[in-house]
């Protein structure tokens, strides 16, 4: 939340000066003011958030605190499911506006019981409305008023919030924005349209006569891509926070992100969902945490949770790869396996902050080469480097083959950035990487000084075989430039460029290994995959079909277990009559599907069954059916069908 806060800061900044200046005009009556009113101009920011629709409803109401506590007070929030028409519209914004102000310390009970009572909902009244709640807050008590400047609190304006400006009809917003003008003078209103597509909508919704009553100023937000990136650099490329996620879980909620929905804070939940499935399911979660907790938690171990470390099948392969003594000292002895516990806590502790700065380090050379082998954003390298050993992959090679052209200029930015990265890490590994760096750039700055001494030599040599006039020299010196290119050497740029690119592999292949290869990285990664796609996915088809052909699934009834095709008479009914309809094909006779449907059900009752009472229990039977069979109606499993009587058509095949 707090990220997300700083992510919108600028943009509500923005929008927070905007209405002070409108405002502050409004108070003092400028000329800019004065010719505004003359034309009936209503202020008007056009917000622009992207198709991330679900996420707006979280920045409106973070919008809405900025305004209430830096501006005004009155502030409405219309939705066009709730606005169909001008009437609704009123209501709706009058509503709002007359509860956001009551306070009971500040005004007296007749005003409360006023403004609860029905009145007429149109713009005179809600100019009166206005100039009564200003005379009211003028004579209030400085004690009593809010800590925000005595101007903006004489006459506050009043914003009124379109969150989905796009879903409005034409007619609503014209009526509202033509009746609005006429009231200008008397009520400062601020209009502010929540846009998800493209500023242009306000022209296409709205015609000239109406448009030019509003005085539109443009406000765009990050995408939310940014936003992503943002959160993904926040919250995982960091040490700070000891819980991770898993190459094909992160590959999940991002491919649910780009593909699916495009929300922020589906992610977020998502994430969040992943936090508790691991520390849910994962006993030795417990470990999960700061080192310095992390000690004491380890020394705290029973003797079970020291049985579920050797399970791990990270720290098996670590056991297997000691001498003999050792083993059998991490396979026995609690004391000595917290030990080394502890120790490789720590190990995994120091890889996370390394993994991160050499991660962000091998970002700065690959986003800016051509077709972006390794992707051009951080969370594509990330993956990558979970997925697998990077510096193995094809996309790793020929980025090294294009890191290996790049120009003085760019490679020398790059190293200048890797520096800033290393400096401001806070591994403690990084004294001699940084020291190697800055030899590098201190390195090109002399080939710089070099270069132009070479140019200088090379201009006095062409000069000397311009003067040579005799043939056999002209011959023989064309012979050996023919030679050198033959056999051409790298220059010493060349030479150094292949250092620079050999030492950040060098880099890559040491801090860069895949998390999986660490031991007990099974305490801070969730890797369960399906179990998210599982929650995340929604397959309501293959959920109906197993909840209805398997109902023991769900109900954990061991009466409905069933062996085979065989229909148990201790289902549910709509799972008998679901049952039986896939044994139907395209048209079902109901005749013959309720005497099916009788005999699964009278199963129970056995062939010696009171004959007394056959004709009450097929009634029962016959109103059990119906209800069932309009259950699978409802459901779109079959459709009734005029094709034939008493029949109905199946609607789905397959078996789901």
């Keep these: 939340q707090q990220v997300q806060e700083d992510l919108n800061k600028q943009l509500f900044d923005n929008l927070v000066s905007f209405l002070r200046r409108s405002h502050s005009e409004f108070q003092e009556k400028t000329t800019e003011w004065t010719c505004r009113m003359k034309s009936r101009e209503i202020p008007t920011a056009a917000l622009v958030l992207g198709v991330n629709v679900t996420d707006h409803d979280l920045t409106f109401r973070s919008l809405s605190e900025v305004l209430q506590n830096n501006i005004t007070p009155y502030i409405a929030l219309l939705e066009a499911k709730d606005c169909p028409g001008i009437k609704n519209l009123m209501q709706k914004l009058m509503g709002q506006l007359m509860n956001c102000y009551v306070d009971v310390d500040s005004l007296d009970e007749d005003y409360v019981q006023v403004s609860q009572n029905r009145i007429r909902c149109s713009m005179t009244s809600l100019t009166n409305w206005y100039e009564t709640v200003t005379k009211k807050t003028d004579s209030e008590t400085p004690s009593k008023k809010r800590t925000s400047s005595s101007r903006d609190w004489q006459s506050p304006p009043v914003v009124v919030i379109f969150k989905d400006m796009e879903s409005f009809t034409t007619k609503v917003l014209q009526d509202f924005i033509v009746i609005s003008s006429q009231h200008i003078r008397e009520l400062p209103l601020v209009l502010i349209f929540g846009i998800a597509t493209s500023p242009m909508i306000i022209h296409s919704l709205l015609p000239r006569s109406v448009s030019s009553l509003l005085c539109i100023e443009l406000f765009q937000s990050l995408s939310c891509k940014e936003h992503l990136s943002t959160i993904i650099d926040k919250l995982l490329l960091t040490a700070q926070f000891p819980f991770k996620l898993g190459e094909k879980v992160l590959q999940v909620l991002i491919n649910i992100f780009l593909y699916h929905d495009l929300s922020v804070q589906n992610f977020i939940k998502g994430f969040q969902l992943c936090i508790v499935e691991h520390f849910y399911s994962q006993p030795l979660s417990v470990l999960c945490c700061q080192p310095v907790d992390a000690k004491k938690r380890v020394n705290s171990l ?37 030990e080394v516990t502890q120790k490789l806590l720590e190990d995994l502790h120091v890889y996370h902050e390394n993994y991160v700065s050499v991660l962000r380090c091998l970002h700065v050379f690959t986003s800016s080469l051509p077709k972006y082998p390794l992707g051009k954003q951080i969370r594509e390298l990330h993956c990558a480097c979970l997925e697998n050993r990077v510096w193995e992959t094809e996309e790793y090679e020929s980025s090294l083959q294009l890191a290996r052209m790049l120009n003085k200029s760019d490679l020398v930015t790059m190293l200048q950035q890797c520096v800033e990265i290393f400096v401001s890490s806070s591994g403690n590994e990084f004294d001699k990487t940084v020291e190697k760096l800055k030899e ?17 030599v090379s201009i006095s040599s062409q000069k000397e075989l311009q003067k040579k006039t005799d043939l056999y020299h002209l ?5 050996e430039l023919k030679e050198s290119r033959r056999s051409k050497k790298l220059t010493k740029f060349e030479m150094l460029r292949f250092e620079v690119v050999d030492y950040i592999d060098s880099l890559v292949r040491n801090y860069l290994v895949p998390a999986d290869h660490k031991t007990l990285h099974e305490i801070a990664y969730f890797n369960t995959a399906s179990v998210l796609r599982g929650h995340l996915n929604a397959a309501p088809r293959i959920a109906l079909h197993t909840a209805l052909n398997n109902p023991y699934c769900y109900l954990k009834n061991q009466a409905l277990k069933s062996d085979g095709g065989r229909i148990s008479n201790k289902a549910p009914d709509i799972c008998i009559v679901y049952k039986l309809h896939l044994e139907c094909g395209r048209l079902i006779n109901l005749v013959d599907w309720l005497e099916a449907f009788s005999t699964v059900v009278m199963a129970v009752e056995g062939p010696n069954a009171d004959a007394a009472s056959s004709d009450q229990v097929d009634d029962i039977i016959h109103a059990r059916f119906i209800r069932a069979v309009s259950e699978l109606e409802l459901l779109g499993f079959i459709k009734p069908s005029k094709r034939k009587t008493d029949h109905v058509a199946r609607l789905t095949w397959g078996g789901c």
């Design 302 to 338: 029973s003797h079970d949770q020291c049985e579920n470390i050797r399970k791990l099948p990270s720290f098996r392969r670590y056991v297997e790869s000691q001498v003999s003594e050792k083993q059998i000292a991490l396979l026995t002895a609690d004391n000595f396996l917290k």
């Design 475 to 479: 011959q023989k010196t064309l012979l």
């Design 440 to 456: 590098f750039l201190t390195q090109f700055q002399k080939l710089e000084a070099e270069a132009f001494q070479e140019q200088d």
